[in-house]
């Protein structure tokens, strides 16, 4: 059981270790998605900095310098993002079921709850976790019940409760360790990044993969990665991992440089389990991969942080 008394996150940023400003990236263009979803995802615009950390542009680098020094040295190097779909599936909620199916029962989730927090704990330790952490979604409800009577008012405090289960089993956010959510996919459609894999061997790890789509998406900078495609089930990653991933083991070519994965909330296990086994960098790609493919509506439409002015 979560302590919630303890709020991990709040003295986190009452000890000034960390703090809350506004992440912009150089060549960033978010007016196309807030103008399609509204003027509320501004204040996703907002998100957790290390005290270490000045700008946007930073971490932006230092996960650039993380990539490569994987792909140079064969280090293990996961990077995985955390937002509402991991949130209600640490809580023990089916409501991490959304646009995909991510797990069958809320006793599916607790039987395989013990291996995912050992998978956080090595990827805090070897790698990057990026939680989209917002003022939004760390309300502390009891401290808002007042609203209740005042005004229509939905308290989130989905990425509090994150910070509270990290805590209670012993994992930190570090300067190190911590990365903003957007950061991840900003980077990931960078001219930066798709230089960063030309002719490199580059395995990407979904339940689907137009081959010719990815090709077109990284020569446009005239890059040409050579891309393996590994098929995954489209659902119900999260919680049946362990009986397939040998079998996806096999399926990667051993002498592949990088993994993009799409895989949900199972993205924790696979990108830290394929980090470890062939010691490379694995990102959590998520929606970049359906960009990547030419299906951005597989979920939902643009993305922040994902169109670059041009």
Not at 68 to 94: H, I, M, Q, T, W
Not at 121 to 141: C, T
Not at 150 to 158: E, V, W
Not at 193 to 209: A, H, P, Q, R, Y
Request: with cysteine.
């Amino acid at each position: 059981m979560i302590k919630k008394e303890t709020f991990y996150l709040n003295r986190l940023i009452e000890s000034r270790e960390f703090r809350f400003d506004r992440l912009e990236l150089e060549g960033i263009y978010n007016s196309p998605t807030i103008s399609d979803y509204g003027s509320e995802m501004i204040e996703q615009e907002t998100c957790l900095f290390h005290r270490d950390v000045s700008c946007g542009d930073d971490y932006f680098e230092g996960l650039h310098t993380f990539i490569c020094e994987g792909l140079s040295k064969g280090n293990a190097a996961p990077v995985v993002r955390f937002a509402d779909g991991e949130y209600a599936f640490y809580a023990d909620s089916l409501d991490c079921n959304g646009l995909y199916q991510q797990a069958e029962s809320v006793d599916a989730i607790k039987k395989i709850m013990p291996i995912h927090i050992e998978a956080l704990n090595i990827l805090s330790q070897k790698g990057k976790l990026a939680p989209l952490i917002y003022p939004g979604n760390i309300q502390d409800k009891r401290k808002r019940l007042f609203q209740f009577f005042l005004a229509k008012y939905r308290s989130n405090d989905s990425a509090l409760r994150f910070a509270e289960l990290l805590f209670y089993n012993k994992i930190k956010l570090t300067g190190i360790n911590y990365v903003p959510f957007y950061v991840v996919y900003a980077y990931l459609t960078s001219k930066r990044f798709i230089e960063t894999v030309d002719g490199k061997k580059l395995c990407i790890i979904n339940s689907k993969c137009n081959i010719d789509s990815c090709r077109h998406w990284f020569a446009r900078f005239s890059s040409y990665p050579n891309i393996a495609f590994i098929e995954i089930p489209g659902s119900y990653v999260a919680t049946q991992w362990e009986p397939i991933k040998k079998d996806v083991f096999n399926k990667i070519p051993p002498e592949s440089d990088i993994c993009l994965v799409g895989a949900g909330i199972g993205s924790l296990l696979v990108c830290v389990g394929v980090a470890q086994e062939f010691s490379i960098p694995v990102i959590d790609a998520g929606h970049v991969l359906n960009m990547i493919n030419n299906c951005e509506d597989k979920s939902g439409g643009a993305r922040l942080y994902t169109i670059y002015k041009t």
